[in-house]
């Protein structure tokens, strides 16, 4: 079976007999944001969800999340902070496998897993730009997927490593294909999103087209719908390297370009993908995983 022709699990919400939660509020429980996207697809905020309804209906399905997370060159030094507070806040109670793509096997820390977790270290061969790097994180999940994960896994995310977990982040940011907004372009107008402007690239968006700008360091979704993505991307990156054309904001570039024409169903909304080097506005009620501050200059492998 291919990827796209494998059912994963089950998609049904079935919720057990039972079980007392607090009835749904009639009214929208975050008036200051917008919590559906045009296409109604949620857009997941502290105050919209209720957990215990969502474990119920997620637990039972006992499900296995992979998490892709690539530490090449001096990016291993993010992993202890990544993986431990992983352990502490995302999908808690849930199967994880974690799968850490590096060239430095023998620089992984050591970090206890909880039950049901898992680390797999994959030896990966780094490059000496880290654009590179970024365009060929798709290429490497997509044949991870094919090769390894499609009796495995039920869901995957793909997070960056340079990035730490403060709070809950759970089955509530399930779905088929997960984006998450960009915490620097959140409630900018899409003229001034930093889209690929220039039509020569398969990246191409333009200016009168775009719904939101998506973070690059968060894909998620289930594993067929994801395969798709990556595998998309990765051609769209092929043709344009044939062109010799690099997409604005590589890899990022193309995710945009695949989420507008292809709608996540599901959206995270910042608090699902901060910025340590930004101040916390009104709407931001916790700080879910942040992007760490560094020095780039000094960790990437090139300026
Ligand atoms: N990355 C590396 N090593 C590098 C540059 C990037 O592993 O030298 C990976 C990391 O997973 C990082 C992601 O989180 O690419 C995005 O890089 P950056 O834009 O955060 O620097």
Redesign the pocket.
């Known amino acids: 079976l291919t990827v796209e022709e494998k059912k994963h699990g089950n998609t049904d919400l079935i919720f057990p007999t039972g079980i007392a939660c607090a009835q749904p509020s009639v009214s929208n429980s975050r008036p200051d944001v917008s919590t559906m996207t045009p296409w109604l697809a949620p857009i997941v905020w502290e105050g919209t969800y209720d957990l215990t309804v969502i474990d119920n209906i997620y637990k039972q399905q006992n499900i296995t999340v992979a998490v892709t ?7 291993v030094r993010f992993l202890k902070d990544f993986l431990e507070s992983a352990e502490q806040h995302f999908m808690v109670g849930y199967r994880v496998h974690y799968y850490l793509f590096t060239d430095r096997p023998d620089e992984v820390p050591a970090v206890t897993l909880g039950e049901g977790r898992q680390l797999t270290v994959i030896k990966t061969e780094t490059s000496n730009r ?1 654009q590179e ?2 365009l060929r994180r798709m290429e490497r999940i997509e044949k991870l997927i094919e090769k390894e994960l499609i009796d495995k896994a039920d869901y995957i995310f793909s997070l ?3 990035s730490k977990f403060y709070a809950h982040w759970g089955a509530e940011s399930l779905g088929d294909l997960v984006g998450a907004l960009h915490a620097w372009y959140f409630g900018t107008s899409r003229e001034q999103f930093t889209y690929e402007r220039r039509p020569e690239s398969q990246a191409f968006i333009p200016l009168q087209e775009g719904d939101y700008y998506y973070i690059g ?1 968060m894909i998620g979704g289930r594993l067929d719908k994801v395969h798709k993505l990556v595998k998309t991307c990765r051609m769209q990156l092929d043709v344009d390297r044939a062109n010799h054309i690099e997409a604005a904001w590589q890899e990022e570039s193309h995710l945009n370009k695949y989420f507008l024409y292809n709608k996540p169903s599901k959206v995270l909304s910042p608090e699902y993908l901060w910025d340590d080097k930004k101040g916390k506005p009104s709407y931001m009620k916790v700080v879910r995983f942040s992007q760490v501050v560094k020095n ?1 200059a000094e960790v ?2 090139n300026p």
């Open positions: 997370v690539f530490a090449l060159g001096k990016y880290w790097i970024s960056d490593v340079d360091a780039n990437r492998p």
